[in-house]
């Protein structure tokens, strides 16, 4: 398999545009994970999935940010507008989720990020 | 306030040998706790997975322990390896749904020859 896939690897923008990030969970994962990872606050959870189903959003920072999953193969992340305070890398992850919809103990597997500059 | 702490902030070793890293938390209820390794640039890697009732669990040459007692986990490395250098991060999930996850800020590791 290859893995958990984000696109686009590196993105930068201006403040005040639109970003989509985008994500191909693993085949057969029906548990997805958005996290953002800065130097001052490490890694947070933004939200996850779950069959295609948010489960969790509480850790999404503020309407600017919006996240969907329209099918089992893809999910993305939209900040708009962006501002620079979203400059982050953006990791995307998935799970086998047999523990249903809270992910217990389920090895999530992450892609390499969106490193993300908003100027 | 539910935190992970994690000691040291970084570490510089010498290829070959061991070293362990620590993670205190004040997570309630504590679900499981994680340990991940990050190489840089890199998303990342899922070492070990423990819940409440385990108390030691090894992948290789890492093995994590939790003492939820004193809510303490260790992450120790043994005869380490150039290819090691990267951060540990301890991540405690709270309440039985395992919904809220706690974040350590890591810990850096070096290794040299």
Known sequence: DAGVIQ????????MGQEVTLRCKPISGHNSL?????????????????NNNVPIDDSGMP???????????????????????RDSAVYFCASSSGLAGPYFSTDTQYFGPGTRLTVL | KNQVEQSPQSLIILEGKNCTLQCNYTVSPFSNLRWYKQDTGRGPVSLTI?????????NGRYTATLDADTKQSSL???????????????VVSANQAGTALIFGKGTTLSVSS
């Open chain 1, 7 to 14: 696109s686009p690897r590196h993105e930068v923008t201006e």
């Open chain 1, 33 to 49: 994970f958005w996290y953002r990872q800065t130097m001052m606050r490490g890694l947070e959870l933004l939200i996850y999935f």
């Open chain 1, 62 to 84: 503020e309407d600017r940010f919006s996240a969907k999953m329209p099918n089992a193969s893809f999910s993305t992340l939209k900040i708009q507008p962006s501002e620079p």
């Open chain 2, 50 to 58: 423990m819940t409440f009732s385990e108390n030691t669990k090894s």
């Open chain 2, 76 to 90: 120790h490395i043994t005869a380490s390896q150039l290819s090691d250098s990267a951060s540990y991060i301890c």
